[in-house]
């Protein structure tokens, strides 16, 4: 896989990609602003709910068109974590998910070097389309986490809105880790959380993909569930698989067997991701905006549910708040309904 990766580069550098590639993938995430969404539109509605229902979690649909039931919130704070970004909101999910995070908090800081986690976005707190940012975490089994490690100090909420993002990657050349930021903690952190059962995909950077297919030593046999995508070049994106007995939540594809560093790797340094629109081209039509409608059923009634008292209430690790459950308000049969998408969805 090396020599053909080799090769490839060798070509790109005769069509000079580059300079112009490589400047656009620096720092993408930060690229990302609050946006205001569309009046009426899924978008708008979801990001507009303050809190989550009442009752047991469901995800409903699939990570990229659904919703989530009876979400908790990771705490801001813990002894090797801190959220960031707290405005946006977005600090929820299934108690899977939270706890999964914690777990890997503190696995890294006791096995990996790895001094805490700065978490970034998880879900919204029922679930659905983001204004911006993500064209998944809508089922609350997806969440970011930086690259940056936690500082030995807690944040302050200001720091925590404008902390830079720190890219993993080389200015002014394409898809190359910097290894004057790289380091083999990080290598350990991506791994130990792909070590865990109820991860299925960890999407990263192709150029980290390749630089974990190079010099990772260790057990290889999680190494394929690091799957290389556009952007990600400051932070990695968590996938859990659907919750057993969680039946209105839409599975992926399982991922192929394999290392997954051969020819779906190298197809990222060919010139075909990245290749502009040829002269005269019509531009693509810009898609419609997504509407409730447009999202599972159970996605409306999720939406009229009563919330929780308050967002310390469903923190999670804090006591439920006395009420009636809301569960049987949301019928899951009708969330399951529709093929499966396909891998290739964006998973941003």
Excluded at 169 to 193: C, G, I, Q, Y
Aim: hydrophobic share 40%.
């Amino acid at each position: 896989m090396i020599p053909l990766l080799v090769r490839t580069l060798n070509t790109l550098s005769k069509y000079a990609l580059a300079a112009t590639i490589g400047a656009g993938l620096v720092s993408s995430e930060g690229a990302a602003q609050q946006v205001t969404p569309t009046p009426g539109s899924a978008k708008a509605i979801f990001g507009a709910v303050t809190l989550p229902t009442q009752g047991p979690p469901l995800s409903i649909g699939f990570y990229a068109k659904g919703c989530l039931s009876g979400a908790v919130a990771l705490p801001a704070d813990g002894p090797t974590w801190q959220a960031m970004r707290l405005s946006r909101n977005r600090r929820w999910g299934r108690p899977e998910m939270i706890a999964l995070i914690e777990r890997l908090s503190r696995d890294a800081a006791k096995y990996d070097g790895w001094p805490g986690l700065l978490v970034g976005d998880i879900s919204q707190p029922r679930g659905g389309p983001m204004f911006n940012g993500h064209a998944s975490h809508q089922i609350g089994l997806d969440a970011d986490v930086w690259l940056t490690p936690m500082p030995a100090r807690t944040l302050t909420t200001a720091e925590r809105e404008s902390l830079p993002f720190t890219t993993m990657l080389e200015k002014n050349k394409f898809l190359t880790v910097d290894d004057k930021v790289w380091t083999t903690s990080r290598a350990r952190l991506l791994m130990r959380a792909a070590s865990y059962p109820e991860v299925e995909r960890i999407f990263v950077n192709p150029a980290i993909k390749k630089k974990m297919c190079e010099t990772w030593t260790g057990d290889r046999a999680n190494l394929g569930k690091l799957r290389p995508e556009y952007g990600h070049d400051s932070h990695f994106h968590i996938r859990l698989r659907c919750p057993t007995g969680s039946a209105g939540c839409k599975p992926q594809p399982p991922v192929a067997a394999g290392d997954g560093c051969d020819k779906p790797l190298a197809w990222w340094f060919t010139p075909e991701p990245w290749a502009k629109p040829k002269p005269g081209a019509k531009p693509p039509a810009k898609p419609r905006e997504v509407m409730v409608s447009d999202l599972p059923k159970a996605c409306q009634t999720v939406l009229d549910a009563s919330p929780v008292a308050s967002a310390a209430v469903a923190t999670f690790g804090a006591k439920a708040a006395a009420g009636p459950a809301a569960t049987s308000a949301i019928p899951v049969s009708s969330a399951g309904t529709g093929s499966t998408p396909p891998d290739s969805i964006p998973q941003q």
